[in-house]
Nanobody, 120 residues
Framework: QVQLVESGGGLVQAGGSLRLSCAAS????????MGWYRQAPGKQRELVAA???????NYADSVKGRFTISRDNAKNTVYLQMNSLKPEDTAVFYC??????????????WGKGTLVTVSS
C-alpha cells in the first residue's frame, strides 16, 4: 500500500527555518500533485502549498515569499522549505498527494502529520 511519511517538524524560534520532507512509498506508478496542509488548534485544515508534476506551484497568501515547495520525482518526495517562521505558523503539517497506482488513478493520500511549533 502507498504510504506518506513526513519528517522535519520540530520546535524553532521565530525567524528561524525548517525543512519538511514527505516521502511516498509503495506501489506507485506516478504522482500528480503533492502538497502541504496545516491545521492549527481550533482551526480548519488549510492548504499551505502545492506542486504539480510539471512544477506548477500554489501557495497560501500567508506564506508567500517565506515558504518554498519543491519535489524530487525520482525519490517520490516533496519538500517544504520554511523560512522566516512566525508563531502563527504553528500547526500540524500534513503531506498530501494524488497518486496513481497500477490499480487506481488519482487516489488521494495523507500522511499522519508532523508538528511545527514556532516560539516567539
Amino acid at each position: 500500500q502507498v504510504q506518506l511519511v513526513e519528517s522535519g517538524g520540530g520546535l524553532v524560534q521565530a525567524g528561524g527555518s525548517l525543512r519538511l520532507s514527505c516521502a511516498a512509498s509503495g506501489s506507485i506508478f506516478s504522482i500528480n500533485s503533492m502538497g502541504w496542509y496545516r491545521q492549527a488548534p481550533g482551526k480548519q485544515r488549510e492548504l499551505v502549498a502545492a506542486i504539480t508534476s510539471d512544477g506548477s506551484t500554489n501557495y497560501a497568501d500567508s506564506v508567500k515569499g517565506r515558504f518554498t515547495i519543491s519535489r524530487d520525482n525520482a525519490k517520490n518526495t516533496v519538500y517544504l522549505q520554511m523560512n522566516s517562521l512566525k508563531p502563527e505558523d504553528t500547526a500540524v503539517f500534513y503531506c498530501n498527494a494524488e497518486i496513481w497506482t497500477r490499480a487506481y488513478r488519482g487516489m488521494d493520500y495523507w500522511g499522519k502529520g508532523t508538528l511545527v511549533t514556532v516560539s516567539s
